[in-house]
């Protein structure tokens, strides 16, 4: 079963589950796509990546800062494996992401930020990575408590606990400090088309 389609079972099934379940509201000066309501925000920051220890769905130890290189295009995002709600929406739109961008987008590293690090191990999170064919390139990552609030501080993420996060998408192009930050439940082709732009190393201010 291909990713996009995996994604879609994934979205129908949440989205049937979590009637309830809304978008997050577009922030003020961002305007709405022509001819329909706009369904995240997009604005641009600056993140100091902190150089904390992680571990990856492999087990493999490695520096935030050196997985995060700035000599390289990167997306990041925070979720949790026991999410039912907006991380298998997120995760599974990644997933999507990545296909639309085939070889276009084999430079671009995703690294996908667990918020409960005391249930999410490695071994989790290689299953986890498994259920949305995660493939080369993806890393799943944790870390102790400490250093995922130290993390989700530096991002300007932390929401107090795991069930107050919000969706967050964070693009930066290769030697750049500036990050895109997308807010909400944005789509596959929105999201490649933010990396396209930061694989050609520009981030606009649209």
Same mark, same amino acid.
């Given at each position: 079963?291909?990713?996009?389609?995996?994604?879609?079972?994934?979205?129908?099934?949440?989205?049937?589950?979590?009637?309830? #379940?809304?978008?997050?509201? %577009?922030?003020?000066?961002?305007?709405? $796509?022509?001819?329909?309501? +706009?369904? &995240?925000?997009?604005? %641009?920051?600056? *993140? /100091?990546?902190?150089?904390?220890?992680?571990?990856? !769905?492999?087990?493999?130890?490695?520096?935030?800062?050196?997985?995060? @290189?700035?000599?390289?295009?990167?997306? %990041? /995002?925070?979720? &949790?494996?026991?999410?039912?709600?907006?991380?298998?929406?997120?995760?599974?739109? #990644?997933? !999507?992401?990545?296909?639309?961008?085939?070889?276009?987008? $084999? /430079?671009?590293?995703?690294?996908?930020?667990?918020? @409960?690090?005391?249930?999410?191990?490695?071994? *989790?999170?290689?299953?986890?990575?498994?259920?949305?064919?995660?493939?080369?390139?993806?890393? =799943? %990552?944790? +870390?102790?408590?400490?250093?995922?609030?130290?993390?989700?501080?530096?991002?300007?993420? =932390?929401?107090?606990?795991? &069930? /107050?996060?919000?969706?967050?998408?964070? &693009? $930066?192009? +290769? $030697?750049?400090?500036?990050w895109v930050r997308i807010e909400g439940l944005a789509g596959s082709t929105d999201l490649a088309a933010e990396a396209r732009g930061v694989l050609e190393g520009a981030v606009a201010n649209r």
């Open positions: 079963m291909s990713a996009a389609v995996a994604g879609k079972i994934v979205l129908v099934s949440i989205l049937l589950a979590c009637p309830l #379940l809304k978008a997050e509201p %577009v922030r003020k000066g961002t305007p709405a $796509r022509t001819g329909e309501e +706009a369904r &995240f925000s997009r604005s %641009v920051t600056r *993140v /100091n990546v902190p150089g904390l220890s992680v571990t990856d !769905q492999d087990g493999r130890a490695v520096s935030l800062a050196e997985l995060l @290189d700035p000599r390289e295009p990167v997306v %990041v /995002n925070f979720f &949790f494996a026991s999410c039912a709600s907006i991380c298998p929406v997120m995760t599974a739109t #990644l997933a !999507q992401m990545r296909e639309q961008l085939g070889r276009e987008g $084999r /430079n671009l590293r995703t690294v996908s930020i667990t918020i @409960d690090p005391d249930q999410d191990t490695p071994d *989790v999170l290689k299953s986890y990575a498994g259920r949305f064919s995660a493939g080369p390139g993806w890393k =799943f %990552v944790t +870390a102790d408590s400490a250093a995922i609030e130290t993390i989700q501080k530096a991002f300007g993420a =932390f929401a107090g606990g795991k &069930f /107050n996060h919000r969706a967050l998408y964070y &693009f $930066r192009p +290769a $030697r750049s400090d500036t």
